[in-house]
């Protein structure tokens, strides 16, 4: 693959085009449910208010634009009749988020068309052998039903109608929130895309991660993304008087719970790329005079391979069995979201290369190659189109936290990559 540039454009509008990414990312911030963090979750007013302003930005580089059925917003330009190059990222975020988090993707994603329209007959072209669309997904996290993807998988063609009676903290199903948005649960199929009509799924995200800030490297190949199980667990024990109960009459699903915690740390920190995270532990009934008789807590499985994934999970059910069984407690689990690994595909992979190689000063080696400890929406959406992933530097790797961060260089160096990535992909055969 070529590593000469085929993007006619002169850095300062690429420096512009960061500029632009940095202030909109500060923009959206802004859209949050809470005036002190950043919280934008499925099919909620602030939902519908980025969708807007997502819109807007659309029909200002000429692209036709709708909502589709599950509430992703979408952008397109190019010849109708021709399929689609998707690039985009997510602008759904966790409780107290950062500001890059997917959002910056579907940004540089519009950037990028910016700098490869051209003014056709009937306005405004893309002179390659696709059109672009870019899909600013409305759920990528998962943060209010618990089952991630939802907005891609909708895309991919893979709806669970039993994900209808998912319900949030407040007891609102996925089906009443769909309807008080102004969807209708009827057509969320209308939101799948064929394999004909698309040639691919291209994005840009930060790392997520600290690889690439310690190698000193601004932009990477993404392999592979993690595969992903979640569960929600349940301990029971006995909540009895905090004072009057002797140890050897206790049944504290608390310690039990405890136990299983750093089971999950002990496990799957002597695995190679296995991470298990405890997110969310809560005891019941919490009060602080009261043996905890309940337990519930969130596990995050993630794996490099579905196999080795599967395995660390059994491991752990039985490590589970023993520590319950010792402690006359009960355990069971819901698994509540699961996503196979997917692994980039080698014309993708070999295009966001190329693209690295043209944006940044010639170099022996090949751009680093990073597998995604983090979810995407690509891991939704590999089972309808071939998926790519062009990863940004993120200081210190912090992520899902206020203090994540990016670089407006490393920012302008992702759009042109992204940018001479999706050119690369145009001068192959479709
Ligand atoms: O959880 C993840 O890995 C992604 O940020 N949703
Ligand atoms: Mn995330
Ligand atoms: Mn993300």
């Excluded at 190019?78 to 399929?83: I, K, N, V, W």
């Amino acid at each position: 693959m070529s590593s000469a540039s085929l993007l006619r454009a002169a850095p300062d509008v690429i420096a512009a085009a960061a500029r632009r990414v940095m202030a909109r990312c500060e923009e959206l911030a802004r859209v949050s449910a809470d005036a002190a963090s950043i919280e934008r979750v499925y099919l909620s007013p602030e939902h519908a208010r980025v969708n807007r302003l997502a819109a807007e930005w659309m029909r200002e580089l000429g692209m036709r634009t709708w909502q589709d059925a599950a509430g992703n917003q979408v952008g397109r330009i190019g010849d109708p009749a021709a399929p689609a190059l998707m690039l985009g990222s997510h602008l759904d975020t966790v409780l107290d988020a950062g500001r890059y988090d997917g959002i910056a993707g579907v940004l540089m994603a519009l950037e990028v068309v910016r700098l490869l329209r051209e003014p056709g007959v009937d306005g405004w072209t893309v002179r390659l052998p696709f059109a672009i669309e870019v899909v600013a997904f409305s759920d990528e996290e998962g943060t209010r039903f618990g089952k991630a993807l939802l907005g891609s998988s909708a895309v991919a063609g893979t709806w669970n109608d039993a994900w209808w009676d998912l319900t949030d903290a407040d007891g609102v199903s996925l089906r009443r929130a769909f309807l008080e948005f102004g969807l209708d649960p009827a057509r969320i199929g209308e939101a799948a895309r064929r394999p004909d009509e698309l040639v691919g799924y291209l994005e840009a995200h930060i790392e997520q991660g600290p690889e690439l800030d310690r190698a000193g490297e601004p932009l990477a190949v993404v392999s592979s993304i993690a595969s992903a199980r979640r569960f929600q667990l349940v301990v029971e024990g006995e909540a009895r008087h905090a004072g009057g109960t002797p140890y050897d009459m206790r049944r504290d699903a608390l310690l039990g719970a405890s136990e299983a915690a750093l089971a999950v740390e002990r496990i799957c920190s002597a695995e190679h790329h296995i991470v298990g995270t405890v997110g969310r532990f809560e005891a019941f009934p919490g009060a602080v005079n009261v043996i905890p008789g309940e337990v519930q807590f969130s596990l995050d499985l993630r794996g490099e391979f579905d196999g080795e994934r599967d395995r660390v999970w059994d491991a752990l059910a039985h490590e589970l069995d023993e520590i319950m069984g010792r402690r006359a407690l009960r355990w069971r689990s819901r698994e509540v979201h699961s996503a196979p690994a997917v692994f980039c595909a080698p014309l993708l992979r070999e295009v966001v290369a190329g693209g690295i190689r043209a944006t940044l000063p010639p170099r022996s080696d090949a751009p680093p190659v990073i597998f995604s400890r983090a979810g995407h929406d690509g891991m939704a959406l590999g089972v309808v189109t071939d998926v790519g992933m062009l990863f940004l530097r993120n200081p210190d790797g912090v992520s899902h936290h206020p203090d994540e961060s990016v670089s407006a260089g490393d920012v302008a160096h992702g759009i042109r990559a992204l940018a001479e990535a999706v050119l690369l992909r145009g001068t192959e055969r479709i």
